[in-house]
């Protein structure tokens, strides 16, 4: 018997009917479905209800399970990692609506996908993600965070840039005055880096991609840097800036105040079934033409 947690975005009719099939597939065949209580919350009517799946905790639903499995868009997938990466667990991203990068499959292939998963037909891929601390001016540090795609720092005010005293591995870089800065991972690289025309990375490599917001500055370029390199970015002046990580928001930094960034040890796992997706996304995103 395997465990399967489960987790639904909230607002799509279509990822609710999708989820309600597979918790029925998965029960008639004796296996173990979680639902995180959020989920179970909002299910709307005919959806993935309490009676075919144990409703647990976030913290619960991937302790000693074999796969956590998002449907809805990568904001779903995001979500499904935060709970899967610290167990061990891969990640199955089930796309329902827009294109995400982080899906690896469609709503009408998941029976024969989730057939293959228990067949243990399957490959593992690893994504970096990024370990993200605050500090405070007055030395405290708040606990870590972890980001597979980003975290950014961005002016509170509109019409004001920030200040952001960037240091490398203890070592004073530059001071960007900016509109905002960019810390992400490779998986990152499509995601709000892109819209500032960083680089596009395979997302199955290591490096710390470091890309200003409209930088008020003469060096505007996006940067590349060693996954273990630990990125400092301390406030200076008295603009606070505005703290998200992979799209949530984690705070208000003041004059003084840190953020640090570095590669994490535990990566994000994600359940595959083919090779070469990530470029198949890239085409079909872009309507590129393959001659």
């Excluded at 479905?33 to 909002?42: K, S, T």
């Excluded at 009517?45 to 809805?72: K, M, N, Q, T």
């Amino acid at each position: 018997m395997a465990v399967i947690g489960i987790l639904v975005h909230h607002e799509r009719a279509a990822a609710w009917v999708v989820a309600n099939d597979l918790v029925a597939w998965l029960a008639e065949r004796g296996h173990e479905v979680r639902l995180p209580e959020i989920d179970a919350d909002l299910a709307g009517s005919g959806a993935a209800a309490p009676e075919h799946a144990i409703v647990l905790p976030d913290d619960e639903i991937a302790v000693g399970a074999d796969l956590v499995v998002g449907i809805g868009g990568d904001g779903t997938i995001l979500r499904a990692v935060d709970l899967a990466a610290p167990q061990g667990v891969p990640v199955l991203g089930v796309n329902v609506g827009q294109l995400g990068y982080l899906a690896t499959i469609e709503p009408e292939s998941l029976r024969a996908s989730m057939k293959r998963f228990l067949a243990g037909s399957y490959s593992v891929e690893e994504r970096m993600r990024l370990e993200v601390a605050i500090e405070r001016a007055d030395g405290s540090v708040e606990e870590s965070c972890f980001a597979l795609n980003e975290a950014v720092l961005e002016r509170c005010e509109p019409g004001h840039t920030i200040r952001l005293d960037a240091e490398f591995d203890g070592e004073p870089f530059t001071p960007y005055v900016a509109d905002g800065l960019i810390v992400a991972t490779p998986t990152g690289s499509t995601a709000y880096a892109f819209s500032v025309r960083g680089p596009i990375m395979a997302p199955r490599h290591r490096a710390i991609l470091l890309a200003p917001v409209a930088p008020h500055m003469l060096f505007d370029r996006s940067m590349v840097l060693e996954p273990t390199t630990q990125v400092r970015l301390t406030v200076s002046g008295h603009r606070a800036a505005r703290l998200s990580i992979d799209g949530r928001s984690a705070g208000v930094l003041e004059d003084g105040d840190t953020v640090r960034c570095t590669g994490a040890r535990l990566p994000a796992l994600l359940a595959t079934f083919g090779s070469d997706d990530f470029h198949r996304v890239l085409r079909a995103k872009f309507s590129l033409a393959d001659r």
